[in-house]
């Protein structure tokens, strides 16, 4: 399981239960992520009179010191932290675990505008899962972190975090930008933290509507993109998760196509098979098959594609991009 200063609260329970009925617990993640190791002044709180101010070992050791945890699994990019995680960890921790684990998850209780995942704001009479957004909204307090092949803007690679596990952790994705909220104040009267949660739902709402990530704005891309366009042949490039998302949303809210779909995909070991009853075409094949627009539907790639196209955009085959600058991607 995941597990670390970023989620102890939330994962709290789930320790107890495996530690009372005997079950072995590997952790992952123990700094977040990165997140801990980055901002390392915010979670300094962590660190207790033997640490040395060393806010990661601190990190490390309270994920090993809930007794439930057997394996403690943390990745490094160097020999160097190959060997400090070798030496922390082969050696006792110079503070009793239970008293570090209750020390911590004291000050972590006590984090201005942090979410603690105690999920008390929970039953949200508009079923606005309030308490997986406020958990998702720490990532908003840290320095955001490169990813998805993005190193910029801030507010996109913020959006990045924000919402990734709000798809992966609750397969959550709104309607539109328009929060239902209606702002009874049962959320925020059951806070512990006493987070102004109704403004931060909104800010959420806002968020997804600017990064594409609602229903409507995938409806209205493919709209924008497809729609009444006269097109007869349409490629996507290449197929998988995002492919799927865009056929079976465009015929279920837009209506069936009055042209034929055709994918593409550069791994050999796929062409000739079909993908959602599609054939999967070698990128070979672009020039015979002549689509009449070819849409790039991969994210983290999406440029690194476009470029390799320019030959059929050269032949007057429009290529364009399913994701926009701002927008966080369809699938994560």
Known sequence: MSYSLLNAGQMQPVLDAAYDAGVGV????PLGGGVIAQNRDYFSFACGPEDDGDTVHAALRFARAHPAVDIVL??????????????????????????????????????????????????????????????????????????????YPDRLLYNLQLFRPLYFDKSWIPESGESPCIRCGRCER???QKLGIIEAVADTYQRAQEAGYTKAAHIERLRELLSDKNYKTVGLYPNGGFSSIIMTQYESEIGKPDFSWVLFNSN???????????????????????????????YSYAKEVYESLKPYRDMGIR????????????VF
């Open 26 to 29: 590997v952790v992952m993640n």
């Open 268 to 298: 050999p070991n796929l062409w000739g098979q079909r993908h959602d009853g599609v054939l999967i075409h070698s990128p070979g094949e672009i020039p015979q098959i002549n689509p009449d627009i070819i849409l790039v539907c991969t």
């Open 74 to 151: 943390g990745g490094v990019s160097s020999v160097e932290e190959l060997e400090d995680s070798v030496a922390l960890f082969s050696a006792p921790d110079p503070e009793p675990p239970q008293a570090r684990h209750v020390r911590v998850m004291d000050n972590l209780s006590e984090l201005k505008g942090f979410c603690t995942g105690c999920r008390y704001c929970d039953g949200c009479p508009e079923g606005i899962p309030t308490s997986d957004i406020m958990k998702a909204r720490n990532c908003l307090l840290f320095d955001p972190v490169q990813d998805y092949n993005r190193a």
């Open 190 to 192: 059951q806070c512990t």
């Open 319 to 330: 290529v364009e991009l399913l994701h926009r600058d701002t927008d966080v991607p369809w």
